[in-house]
């Protein structure tokens, strides 16, 4: 996420969406993908479509539009329009610290506040984090801005300007904090507190044991205005912003109550002669404010756990590095390490960037970023990922990536961005907590006229009332859901599931068909040149046919021509020079060798071009009942098969056990796979699949996806390649190996870091456990409400007890929240299983 002053200094030059002063405003936006005049005649008619846009002008020179709207609340409109006709508005993401929020009419009020800033496309609120993401449109708005509405919200707000703080519950203190005294975050405001109401309580619980005593009243005001005035002054000072701002929170509830059982005891103390002891209610205002005031502080601590993920990652960040320049080594700080740099690491050390090793072995310790408790060996060629710990040997790395481009950080963005996201059950919260305070206030004032009215008793009525102010509790409904998604995101994380949106996290519980790919994901990835059978019976050994397959597949990176590429080194065959070498998507490959025109690929390919398999034919039907996958060599004029050659691959070791869990979880397995049927069959077999579909092009498995959901199955797509980026983006669930390529990652909603299926089974047992405490934290938040309340209202809650429920309800909505923590991942737990060599194209 850019800080404030890349989101500034991205902005467009001549972007100036202030309105001018005529009565029609005009608005300009910056429009990306415009290429000729007819794309400007597609971008104006598309806006000119959008309600209550009047005058449109699209300019290709400088890439805006300029509209004419009465206000700017039609800019995310027409941004969507400029979408659908197939261009961009680009958009920034802005983080905000939040201050002074306590509860879910809060985040309601702030995201209003942001949603109304000119520009805004959607803003989120997170109670837990204490944090807004706001998406915008590039130029529309800045940090201060948004500070701007939220302060006239009555909170405050400061942009999130420090990567180190992702994920973490902001403190007063931190970077972009509000400050104030450590000692009001210190627990010794709720003890003075507690020592002053003590003694005000104390008669209550003497009575309780049949002794009659009750202190003078001018020595109850005395401990109980202390409490009321300087240790309540926030609920004052919060409750006033959200009055001032035109709406309420729980800060207002307890202030209303906790003063008006304050000031009915002093009209008490002030109309009953000096001679006589009235029953006076200080200690109810008192032990209210003391019990409120400790809920939050557990709260607060509480939530902080929450977060612990995250900030666990970012402390594997170390400081500094060192490096090796001009064959000198010297400590740097770790933000002056740039691509290419040599970094040294000694035993013990933490890896500081993700590189490449060029100098000596040793084994890591990836644990808290992949959950893979082993070691891991490093050798020259391999990487290495910042974060992890080096243990036995010296290592001498080639820095590949830094900063916010290393696994690390991308990891932290990850989780930052699913904590902060609302999950769809939020929405529910969100309808309720914006008409909560006003409901609670109407039911205070019913409670006071009912009883004042109909009982004749003011007292008890206006007592009555205060109780039902204070049980009132939107603070557990707003933390209901966010905490248990921290929890359950880093839960996840600890073990190596990355869970990248709420959705996602939500949805994957309810998963009953999971759809793998083969190559990379059930099986190792890694295939080997098992056979070569040459046309020519002068090439008896294969070593011409592999030459010539090794020639066209020397630019690829696909895991079958680095088989090939292998194979021909381990002979020390010399690769001839290919040209024209061009891939067939779908089919395999072409180009030319040595004046031949040879195309390599599967047995489609084949028979495409009219080659006759021969002989080979019946070598080739063998082979792929051993499940193997076999790929033809086919020189194209004439059409004639130059030869065969069989691939391999091992199924990981985890595999047969990851689909046994998932088959005991009553979840279908399927497998689709661009391999022939053969050897598809094979590894279903050994695998205990339930249906496998091959030969399926990439452009189909998407489709083939989709198809799988129609009689409304929740369907999730495993997969580690660019080519099932598409069926990972049409699943329900989108699941990819972190092994795999980034595009497939960026198209799921949730990242295995670990190439182990069995991860696949936890990831929806998480999912599964966290949606159970999602659902039971908000039932025990609603429960709370919905009993408390109207006890309170017929006289059945003394205020004290219904101060303790009210601080009660919020420490043990978190508190239930925090036992996802306890959670752990079976994956790595089962016996190996056997790896015999199978079949393995995608």
């Given at each position: 996420?850019?800080?404030?002053?890349?989101?500034?200094?991205?902005?467009?030059?001549?972007?100036?969406?202030?309105?001018?002063?005529?009565?029609?405003?005009?608005?300009?936006?910056?429009?990306?993908?415009?290429?000729?005049?007819?794309?400007?005649?597609?971008?104006?008619?598309?806006?000119?479509?959008?309600?209550?846009?009047?005058?449109?002008?699209?300019?290709?020179?400088?890439?805006?539009?300029?509209?004419?709207?009465?206000?700017?609340?039609?800019?995310?409109?027409?941004?969507?329009?400029?979408?659908?006709?197939?261009?961009?508005?680009?958009?920034?993401?802005?983080?905000?610290?939040?201050?002074?929020?306590?509860?879910?009419?809060?985040?309601?009020?702030?995201?209003?506040?942001?949603?109304?800033?000119?520009?805004?496309?959607?803003?989120?609120?997170?109670?837990?984090?204490?944090?807004?993401?706001?998406?915008?449109?590039?130029?529309?708005?800045?940090?201060?801005a948004l500070a701007g509405a939220v302060a006239r919200a009555g909170y405050g707000a400061t942009p999130v300007?420090?990567?180190?703080?992702?994920?973490?519950?902001?403190?007063?203190?931190?970077?972009?904090?509000?400050?104030?005294?450590?000692?009001?975050?210190?627990?010794?405001?709720?003890?003075?507190?507690?020592?002053?109401?003590?003694?005000?309580?104390?008669?209550?619980?003497?009575?309780?044991?049949?002794?009659?005593?009750?202190?003078?009243?001018?020595?109850?005001w005395l401990l109980a205005t202390p409490v009321q005035f300087v240790f309540g002054w926030?609920?004052?000072?919060?409750?006033?912003?959200?009055?001032?701002?035109?709406?309420?929170?729980?800060?207002?509830?307890?202030?209303?109550?906790?003063?008006?059982?304050?000031?009915?005891?002093?009209?008490?103390?002030?109309?009953?002669?000096?001679?006589?002891?009235?029953h006076l209610y200080f200690e109810s205002a008192a032990v209210v404010i003391t019990l409120v005031r400790l809920g939050k502080w557990l709260e607060t601590r509480a939530k902080r756990q929450t977060a612990d993920a995250i900030r666990a990652l970012a402390a594997l960040r170390p400081d500094t590095a060192r490096v090796r320049?001009?064959?000198?080594?010297?400590?740097?700080?770790?933000?002056?390490?740039?691509?290419?740099?040599?970094?040294?690491?000694?035993?013990?050390?933490?890896?500081?960037?993700?590189?490449?090793?060029?100098?000596?072995?040793?084994?890591?310790?990836?644990?808290?970023?992949?959950?893979?408790?082993?070691?891991?060996?490093k050798q020259p060629g391999d990487r290495i990922t910042g974060g992890a710990i080096n243990f036995e040997g010296l290592l001498v790395a080639r820095t590949m990536a830094v900063g916010a481009e290393t696994v690390l950080a991308r990891i932290i963005r990850m989780v930052e961005h699913a904590q902060a996201a609302k999950a769809p059950i939020q929405r529910l919260v969100d309808r309720v907590s914006a008409v909560f305070v006003p409901v609670v206030l109407a039911i205070a004032l019913v409670t006071v006229l009912g009883w004042g009215l109909f009982a004749g008793d003011w007292e008890a009525a206006l007592l009555n009332a205060v109780a039902v102010l204070v049980i009132a509790c939107p603070c557990a409904l707003g933390l209901a859901t966010p905490t248990a998604i921290m929890a359950g995101t880093g839960a996840g994380a600890r073990a190596g599931i990355l869970i990248k949106d709420a959705e996602a996290l939500e949805v994957a519980h309810r998963v009953g068909v999971v759809a793998f790919d083969k190559t990379g994901t059930l099986t190792v990835g890694k295939p080997e040149v098992v056979a070569l059978h040459a046309a020519d019976p002068a090439d008896a050994d294969g070593s011409a046919l592999l030459a010539q397959l090794a020639a066209l597949q020397a630019g690829s990176e696909h895991p079958l021509a680095r088989a090939v590429l292998a194979a021909a080194q381990a002979r020390g065959i010399a690769v001839p020079q290919a040209s024209g070498v061009q891939a067939l998507p779908g089919r395999g490959i072409a180009g030319v060798v040595d004046g031949q025109s040879l195309q390599l690929g599967s047995e489609r390919l084949r028979d495409s071009l009219g080659a006759p398999a021969g002989a080979l034919a019946a070598v080739a039907q063998q082979l792929q009942s051993e499940g193997r996958t076999v790929s033809w060599l086919v020189q194209a004029a004439p059409p004639r098969v130059a030869g065969l050659v069989a691939f391999g691959d091992a199924i990981k070791p985890g595999a047969p056990a990851a689909?046994?869990?998932?088959?005991?979880?009553?979840?279908?397995?399927?497998?689709?796979?661009?391999?022939?049927?053969?050897?598809?069959?094979?590894?279903?077999?050994?695998?205990?699949?339930?249906?496998v579909q091959a030969e399926v092009l990439p452009e189909d498995k998407a489709a083939r996806v989709q198809a799988l959901g129609r009689d409304g199955a929740v369907v999730a797509m495993v997969g580690d390649g660019i080519n099932d980026a598409p069926a990972l983006a049409a699943a329900d669930v989108g699941i990819a190996m972190s092994t795999g390529t980034d595009v497939a990652m960026h198209a799921a909603g949730i990242t295995l870091m670990r190439g182990d299926p069995a991860l696949v089974a936890d990831a929806l047992a998480v999912s599964h456990r966290t949606v159970r405490k999602i659902r039971q934290n908000l039932f025990w938040a609603f429960i709370y409400n919905v009993v408390g309340i109207p006890l309170a209202a017929a006289g059945m809650l003394n205020p004290v007890v219904a101060g303790a429920a009210m601080a009660f309800s919020s420490v043990s909505v978190v508190g239930n929240a925090l036992l996802l923590r306890r959670w752990r991942a079976q994956a790595g737990t089962a016996p190996a299983a056997s790896t015999a060599t199978q079949g393995g194209a995608r």
């Open positions: 996420m850019p800080d404030s002053s890349a989101v500034l200094a991205s902005q467009p030059v001549g972007t100036d969406l202030r309105p001018p002063a005529d009565a029609m405003p005009e608005w300009r936006l910056p429009v990306e993908g415009m290429t000729c005049a007819s794309c400007v005649g597609r971008v104006e008619k598309a806006l000119a479509k959008v309600p209550g846009v009047r005058d449109v002008a699209v300019n290709l020179a400088t890439e805006a539009a300029t509209l004419r709207a009465a206000s700017a609340a039609v800019l995310p409109a027409a941004a969507r329009a400029v979408a659908d006709a197939g261009y961009a508005v680009p958009q920034d993401t802005i983080e905000l610290n939040i201050a002074d929020m306590t509860c879910a009419s809060c985040v309601a009020r702030v995201e209003k506040a942001l949603r109304a800033v000119p520009g805004v496309v959607e803003a989120t609120v997170n109670l837990a984090t204490e944090r807004a993401s706001v998406t915008l449109l590039r130029g529309t708005a800045d940090p201060a300007v420090d990567a180190a703080q992702a994920g973490a519950v902001a403190r007063p203190g931190q970077p972009g904090q509000a400050t104030r005294p450590a000692f009001w975050d210190s627990p010794w405001p709720v003890a003075i507190s507690a020592a002053l109401s003590l003694p005000l309580v104390a008669p209550m619980v003497l009575e309780w044991f049949g002794v009659h005593w009750m202190l003078p009243a001018w020595v109850q926030r609920f004052y000072k919060a409750g006033w912003k959200a009055v001032r701002a035109g709406a309420g929170n729980m800060d207002l509830l307890v202030a209303l109550g906790t003063t008006a059982a304050y000031g009915l005891s002093l009209w008490l103390m002030w109309r009953t002669p000096a001679d006589a002891m009235p320049r001009g064959g000198v080594e010297q400590g740097v700080p770790l933000s002056a390490v740039v691509v290419g740099d040599e970094i040294v690491v000694r035993p013990g050390e933490r890896i500081p960037v993700d590189a490449e090793v060029v100098e000596g072995t040793s084994h890591a310790d990836e644990s808290m970023l992949t959950g893979e408790s082993l070691p891991v060996p689909i046994a869990r998932l088959r005991a979880a009553g979840v279908r397995t399927v497998m689709l796979t661009g391999d022939n049927a053969g050897a598809a069959a094979r590894v279903a077999q050994a695998l205990g699949l339930d249906d």
